[in-house]
């Protein structure tokens, strides 16, 4: 079992930028792909972009492609979701999530492990 904690959310103008983080612990991080998602007020949680074992795959949600990057270190047990070009859309509380089955999955189903989450506020 892993716990994750988020963190880095906060309030930001649009065009802005923040990195959020994702601190592991428990069990082999670099076992474990990692997912980012979102969820807005009255919407379903979506996914936004997420990260192989090793960090050589990357998936991102259309939405977010060309100014979102994910990344982590194994060595500090930490993902991170690097955010620019901030739109009020983007606002939404951020989840990240672990994956025991290694791929870059979109699905929420194929993530076991979740974290508490991190409010990101995007003002126009």
């Known amino acids: 079992q892993v716990q994750l904690v988020e963190s880095g959310g906060g309030l930001v103008q649009a065009g802005g930028s923040l990195r959020l983080s994702c601190a592991a612990s428990?069990?082999?991080?670099?076992?474990?792909?990692i997912g980012w998602f979102r969820q807005a007020p009255g919407k379903e949680r979506e996914f936004v972009a997420a990260i192989s074992l090793s960090g050589a795959g990357k998936n991102y949600a259309d939405s977010v492609k060309g100014r979102f990057t994910i990344s982590r270190d194994n060595a500090k047990n930490t993902a991170y979701l690097q955010m620019s070009s901030l739109e009020p859309e983007d606002t939404a509380v951020y989840y990240c999530a672990a994956s025991p089955y290694g791929s870059v999955w979109s699905s929420k189903d194929r993530y076991a492990y979740w974290g508490q989450g991190t409010q990101v506020t995007v003002s126009s």
């Open positions: 428990g069990h082999t991080f670099s076992s474990y792909a």
